[in-house]
């Protein structure tokens, strides 16, 4: 069969009815992708080899963990996922989530889940300076063709093994561009096969930001005093993995000789026991009796979270 560049008018007509734009699409054609412009997307849909992308470590590393962040997501927000079989087509967009949230007290209605698991670089990126914007479009073309009226990025850390997540809301206003430059470009250079620049198109809607913007403090002492909590920061790291390496090297030596309390004359006691603890698990109640509304029995209370996010010391 001939690939779509090499198609007779009605091949591709044909062609066209089955093709479509994705999640992972729809930010790069809006020019939200640091990475990748239109060009791409276009080469993609029409099977180019330009438009092939190989599996590489970090698209492997994502596939590998996301039952991880999954797991990790619903033990911290007690909230119950679903996954879904097939994705979810309306026209020429295509919808892929990578879990469902059946529902949650905040927010009316089930919600979709965005699992993202980035190299320690982007995790900590995303922590400081908010989710890419690509990203943000991604979930909410998914909200979108869902119905749902919120959904939740949830990023996993392999090397930290910590988890960060945040909810967010459909933007009407936001995917009303977005949904008009995707026709656009299907219009302007899917259908009549004429690929866009290179240099891509400009973006057609203000990219959201979900970060604060920083003030600049050049003053030395602030500069002096992050620079402390910096190196203050590091040392607790650096004693922390000693505090572990240690506690393994006695919890060996304990396991070898038997023993799960000791003594040692002049140092101290040490005791190493099993045991079991009992824990309640909303999810659990929650599925097992649905009428129950459990909002009025949780308490909402402000916090103020301080987070420094530090540069490589020189």
């Known amino acids: 069969m001939p690939q779509p560049f090499?198609?007779?008018?009605?091949?591709?007509?044909?062609?066209?009815?089955?093709?479509?734009?994705?999640?992972?699409?729809?930010?790069?054609?809006?020019?939200?992708?640091?990475?990748?412009?239109p060009a791409k997307v276009y080469d993609r849909i029409l099977g180019l080899p330009t438009g092939y992308v190989p599996d590489n470590p970090h698209m492997m590393r994502g596939r590998a963990m996301e039952p991880v962040c999954a797991d990790a997501y619903t033990r911290e927000t007690g909230r119950i996922?679903?996954?879904?079989?097939?994705?979810?087509?309306?026209?020429?967009?295509?919808?892929t989530p990578d879990r469902g949230i059946v529902s949650d007290w905040r927010h009316e209605g089930p919600g979709i889940l965005e699992i993202k698991c980035p190299a320690h670089r982007g995790f900590e990126r995303?922590?400081?300076?908010?989710?890419d914007s690509s990203y943000y479009a991604q979930l909410q073309l998914y909200m979108h063709l869902t119905g749902c009226s919120w959904g939740s990025f949830a990023f996993w850390s392999a090397d930290q093994w910590e988890l960060y997540w945040f909810d967010v809301a459909l933007d009407p206003e936001f995917v009303e561009g977005m949904?008009?430059?995707?026709?656009?470009f299907?219009?302007?250079?899917?259908?009549?096969?004429?690929?866009?620049?290179?240099?891509?198109?400009a973006t057609v809607f203000p990219p959201p930001y979900l970060g604060?913007?920083?003030?600049?403090?050049?003053?030395?002492?602030?500069?002096?005093?992050?620079a402390s909590l910096r190196d203050a920061t590091e040392s607790v790291k650096l004693a922390e993995a000693r505090k572990e390496a240690a506690m393994d090297a006695f919890k060996a030596r304990m396991?070898?000789?038997?023993?799960?309390?000791?003594?040692?004359?002049?140092?101290?006691?040490?005791s190493w026991t099993s045991g079991t603890r009992r824990t309640f698990k909303r999810e659990l109640l929650e599925a097992a009796h649905p009428e129950l509304d459990l909002a009025p029995y949780f308490v909402e209370s402000s916090v103020q979270t301080f987070r420094p996010t530090f540069e490589e010391a020189p």
Do not use: C
């Not at 007509?13 to 054609?29: D, M, P, R, V």
């Not at 995303?126 to 989710?131: E, F, M, N, Q, R």
């Not at 949904?179 to 656009?184: I, P």
């Not at 604060?212 to 992050?226: C, H, Q």
């Open 179 to 184: 949904l008009m430059a995707a026709q656009t």
């Open 212 to 226: 604060r913007e920083y003030t600049r403090l050049a003053d030395p002492e602030s500069r002096v005093a992050l």
């Open 6 to 37: 090499d198609m007779t008018e009605a091949e591709y007509a044909t062609y066209l009815e089955t093709a479509s734009i994705g999640g992972s699409q729809i930010g790069t054609i809006m020019g939200l992708n640091r990475y990748d412009g």
């Open 255 to 270: 396991a070898a000789l038997g023993y799960d309390r000791v003594e040692v004359p002049g140092l101290g006691k040490v």
């Open 126 to 131: 995303t922590k400081a300076d908010g989710v």
């Open 186 to 201: 299907w219009q302007t250079h899917v259908v009549p096969r004429v690929r866009p620049a290179v240099n891509g198109v």
């Open 81 to 95: 996922l679903t996954t879904y079989p097939r994705s979810i087509r309306e026209g020429i967009f295509r919808a």
